[in-house]
Antibody, heavy 118, light 107 residues
Framework: EVQLLESGGGLVQPGGSLRLSCAAS????????MSWVRQAPGKGLEWVSS????????HYADSVKGRFTVSRDNSKNTLSLQMNSLRAEDTAVYYC???????????WGQGTLVTVSS | EIVMTQSPATLSVSPGERATLSCRAS??????LAWYQQKPGQAPRLLIY???TRATDIPARFSGSGSGTEFTLTISSLQSEDFAVYYC?????????FGGGTKVEIK
């Protein structure tokens, strides 16, 4: 059974940093691309960043480019998102999601809430 | 960026009735279109990919159609557990983009 468990969310001041993690199990982690998708309170889904199975290729939404860094440790089956220079508009539930054979999201974690506020 | 537009924003349907949800892409995404269901307080769940292929364990009452720029999700006979928000997503081009969602509510 595929399981994705996010952690690391919390309250942070504007301009601050936070690191999210996602522990994966139930599949061959290194074989699949992974992503972070966020959802602001009461709003829709917004793709944030993706990383290939090997970790060589990464993609970012324009809204986070230069501030967020996605990475993975295939030896520990862990996906990470380093978030710097956080803004109020980054407040959201952040979901870790696994990709299937293409860039669709076939499994999702339960999410971790990030609140950026003074 | 490919903009995904879903309509209607809210759909009021009685249990047992048919629901038809639309998703339009600002440019062709071929058949690289997925549908997700999200219930309150839960993560999204994959329903349909490749515009028309049901994901694992998805009931046959859910069906998808379309290609290019126009797509439809049909729920043939709404069950109580189907009242939720539905999102479409294109995965043909970067950035990956979602529609704004359609909320299916009880009439």
């Amino acid at each position: 059974e595929v399981q994705l468990l996010e952690s690391g969310g919390g309250l942070v001041q504007p301009g601050g940093s936070l690191r999210l993690s996602c522990a994966a199990s139930g599949f061959t982690f290194s074989s699949y691309a992974m992503s972070w998708v966020r959802q602001a309170p009461g709003k829709g889904l917004e793709w944030v960043s993706s990383i290939s199975g090997s970790g060589v290729a990464t993609h970012y939404a324009d809204s986070v480019k230069g501030r967020f860094t996605v990475s993975r440790d295939n030896s520990k089956n862990t996906l990470s998102l380093q978030m710097n220079s956080l803004r109020a508009e980054d407040t959201a539930v952040y979901y870790c999601a696994k990709h299937g054979p293409q860039w669709l999201f076939d499994y999702w974690g339960q999410g971790t809430l990030v609140t950026v506020s003074s | 960026e490919i903009v995904m537009t879903q309509s209607p924003a809210t759909l009021s349907v009685s249990p047992g009735e048919r629901a038809t949800l639309s998703c339009r892409a600002s440019q062709s995404v071929s058949s690289n279109l997925a549908w997700y269901q999200q219930k309150p307080g839960q993560a999204p769940r994959l329903l349909i990919y490749g515009a028309s292929t049901r994901a694992t364990d998805i009931p046959a009452r859910f069906s998808g159609s379309g290609s290019g720029t126009e797509f439809t999700l049909t729920i043939s006979s709404l069950q109580s557990e189907d009242f939720a928000v539905y999102y479409c997503q294109q995965y043909n081009n970067w950035p990956l983009t979602f529609g704004g969602g359609t909320k299916v509510e009880i009439k």
